[in-house]
């Protein structure tokens, strides 16, 4: 019933999503992907968002924990977090087509607190997907086909959908949306370190930084992210840079020095730690199953 559900949507998707890859839409924080071919694990910085894939289905790793969502279930996420990811089940004649839709911070926490207090869930979970969140979806993008109605309806089809995913069971996922929303200062803190990631710092000055003790700061930044704060860091490095090797062509000693490594050795280290292999031969079997060739 559900994949019945689903395929008008994924005619819509697939009607407004022009070409593989990310496409960008005239509504705010709305973005379709399409892919016509499965892909290899890469680095993915997920944001809080929802997806919810209409046809073929796609896999994140983060944390040690696999997450598959297809159009039996969605994908939601409430905190910036690096991942892995691919694309596991697409084709030509059934390409991959899925819904991402950037979550509006006060609009959730309005709705998430209104729940009754309970415990936050892990920031990234997969839930059943209900025939009526695909169908507020659908009309959500529909509206790309009346653009004129976008200003004065995507609003309020974006307020239904923050509701039936909070009735629908993700409400625990979501109160890390609410929790952060404001001068929380985990939030900040790990806002901080997205965007310092490259410089070195120690757990103390991040402390300073958001008025936190470090065992405070610690102990609530692991409970958010699962990391530490210096191993989110790293995490955030890594991926970064496999990024530019596998996509901007960077030789390992490169993506080292520009993700803030002092030495390509312990770059190496970490990296072969993190992903199992050494940066070349990650990168090239990456580019490969991309079918990237950057030589110049």
Same mark, same amino acid.
């Given at each position: 019933m559900v994949r019945e559900e689903l395929s008008p949507l994924a005619c819509l998707i697939a009607r407004h999503a022009k070409v593989d890859g990310i496409n960008d839409t005239p509504i705010e924080r709305l973005r379709l992907m399409r892919s016509h071919s499965p892909t290899l694990p890469i680095p993915w910085a997920y944001r809080p968002s929802l997806?919810?894939?209409?046809q073929g289905a796609k896999a994140a790793l983060w944390n040690g924990q696999s997450y598959r969502y297809d159009p039996s279930?969605? &994908?939601?996420?409430?905190v910036d977090l690096p991942a892995v990811s691919h694309i596991a089940k697409a084709s030509v004649d059934e390409p991959f087509l899925s819904f991402h839709l950037g979550f509006d911070a006060a609009l959730v926490a309005r709705y998430v607190e209104a729940l009754p207090a309970a415990p936050m869930a892990a920031p990234m979970a997969t839930t059943p997907t209900e025939p009526e969140l695909a169908d507020a979806c659908f009309r959500l993008l529909s509206l790309l086909d009346t653009p004129e109605d976008i200003a004065a309806l995507a609003p309020l089809i974006e307020q239904e959908i923050v509701y039936r995913l909070v009735k *629908? *069971?993700? *409400?625990a996922t979501l109160r890390h949306i609410a929790g952060n929303l404001g001068d929380n200062a985990v939030g $900040?803190?790990?806002?901080?370190v997205k965007g310092h990631f490259c410089e070195p710092f120690t757990v103390q000055e991040l402390a300073s930084e958001v008025g936190l003790s470090e065992s405070v700061l610690f102990e609530r930044f692991k409970a958010l992210t699962a990391l530490s704060p210096i191993h989110y860091r790293t995490s955030l490095r890594l991926?970064?840079? $496999? $990024? &530019?090797?596998?996509?901007? *062509?960077?030789?390992a000693a490169q993506a080292a020095y520009r993700v803030g490594y002092g030495t390509p050795s312990q770059f190496s280290r970490e990296y072969r730690r993190f992903f199992g292999h050494s940066p070349a031969a990650d990168a090239g079997r990456l580019r490969q199953g991309h079918g990237l060739n950057l030589s110049v």
């Open positions: 997806c919810v894939v209409a279930c969605y &994908l939601v996420v409430s *629908g *069971g993700a *409400g $900040r803190a790990v806002q901080w991926h970064e840079a $496999r $990024r &530019l090797m596998v996509f901007e *062509g960077f030789d």
